[in-house]
């Protein structure tokens, strides 16, 4: 080959006399081009196109979020402080509206007496943003928001560390805020928010302060009551379906971690604006929440002000924690509901209580009606069978519906079948002793 054409070659003129000739150098480099295109349209993937990125010009945390640096003798971080005020509208009520809930109706939702002498003013809600969702000793909380009611204002403060060095300030200052107050509230901060700082708090060495503080954590009656008409218990759907809190613009949660990183890198301001907002809505949500869920234990008899769904996974929630007259006048009403699945919701548990108080009458009446709505009823089926067969001593009232319904067995799985076969045997060994 010639200098000419090694030349050539090194300056990437793939073209030699008579036929272009591959060069395998060439082949590589568009091949490294290609990767970092893919590289970078996966990153667009999680960073959207619009998202502000950072440059020569990188905005100050200072100007993207209303905050300044804090300084303590543990160190440095930044800090971020808002107020709602009494008037001010947050979905469909005034943050006057959601300053006074009932604690003995959250000690009900939690199932602890001791929230009932409580006031909210001693309550501190609490969510964290970290660098993933996986847990352990490689999550790093970086963003802490809280919130507190004074008067009937709600107050959101944010602390932030800027890189890992500020973990220990933040997590000191925590634990002294958190001193001032006697409880927390979260959403699902049981499973893990309270868990993953337990663990930074171990890792810095600190004093953790919310280790067995009372705790009312929002995720789990909210999953109870709201399950049935939702697709999901997430904040942001409660918001939208339940709140009437429409956000716009919110970063996805999963992009959270990655405007971190990018902070990290490029310390633009703008990758984390939205990030602050994000969390400071949570923690507002969360108080209007506690205000609604309570106020659903408080009035619900009232129930023209409520989804009659909601009111049945009440008093079905009632009923177990053992209220049995408050789910008796729940259910009662609920019976007479426009939605025919809360009707027959509730008839089935009101004529369990009726049972247990020896109202036949009445509990007959419902277990009638349902299986005249549904021919295929078991569980009136079998209660109208243990009905005849014990109370009135009428076997050939209870042969006869366990007759039909196993002629109709289709429907019926197997472990309903085995169990009625048996029934139907025995009602009819008892029968024929009968008329011996």
Not at 191 to 204: P, Q, S
Not at 255 to 260: S, T, V
Request: include cysteine.
């Amino acid at each position: 080959m010639s200098l000419k054409d090694r030349l050539s070659r090194l300056v990437g003129d793939a073209a030699t006399t008579g036929e272009a000739k591959a060069d395998p150098r060439q082949a590589t480099m568009r091949e490294l081009r290609d990767r970092i295109d893919t590289l970078m349209r996966r990153r667009e993937r999680i960073i959207p196109p619009n998202t502000p990125r950072a440059s020569r010009d990188a905005v100050p945390l200072g100007v993207a979020v209303a905050g300044e640096e804090v300084r303590t003798p543990h160190g440095k971080f930044f800090m971020s402080r808002t107020i709602l005020n009494a008037d001010d509208v947050y979905g469909y009520r005034r943050v006057r509206d959601f300053a006074c809930p009932s604690m003995p109706a959250a000690a009900f939702l939690t199932g602890h007496q001791a929230f009932t002498d409580m006031s909210i003013k001693d309550g501190l809600f609490l969510d964290t943003e970290t660098t993933g969702l996986s847990g352990g000793t490689g999550t790093f909380p970086f963003l802490i928001g809280l919130g507190w009611f004074e008067e009937d204002s709600f107050i959101t403060c944010q602390l932030f560390a800027r890189d890992f060095s500020e973990e220990g300030a933040v997590l000191r200052y925590l634990s002294e805020m958190a001193s001032g107050k006697e409880f927390l509230v979260t959403f699902n901060g049981k499973a893990y928010d309270i868990n993953l700082l337990t663990t930074r708090f171990i890792l810095n060495r600190s004093h953790d302060m919310l280790a067995g503080m009372p705790h009312i954590d929002l995720l789990h009656p909210s999953r109870r009551i709201f399950a049935h008409r939702l697709e999901n218990a997430r904040l942001s759907t409660i918001e939208s379906h339940i709140l009437g809190v429409r956000r716009e613009g919110d970063v996805p949660g999963f992009e959270i971690p990655q405007r971190y990183f990018d902070w990290l890198r490029q310390n633009d301001g703008m990758f984390l604006k939205d990030v602050f907002e994000h969390n400071r809505l949570d923690i507002i949500s969360m108080a209007s929440l506690l205000k609604y869920l309570t106020d659903l234990v408080e009035n619900s008899i009232e129930m023209e002000n409520y989804h009659h769904g909601d009111l049945l996974k009440l008093a079905l929630f009632l009923h177990e924690r053992g209220d049995v007259e408050r789910s008796l006048r729940m259910f009662e009403s609920l019976i007479m509901s426009p939605l025919p699945d809360v009707a027959t919701g509730a008839r089935r548990p009101l004529s369990i209580i009726y049972k247990k108080m020896r109202r036949w009458d009445d509990a007959v009446k419902l277990w009638l009606t349902l299986a005249h709505a549904d021919q295929h009823d078991i569980f009136a089926i079998e209660e109208l069978a243990k009905f005849y067969e014990h109370q009135t001593r009428e076997l050939e009232k209870a042969v006869e519906i366990v007759r039909g319904l196993l002629e109709n067995r289709g429907h019926l799985n197997e472990i309903h079948c085995t169990s009625l076969e048996y029934r139907y045997k025995r009602l009819l060994y008892k029968a024929s002793l009968k008329e011996k």
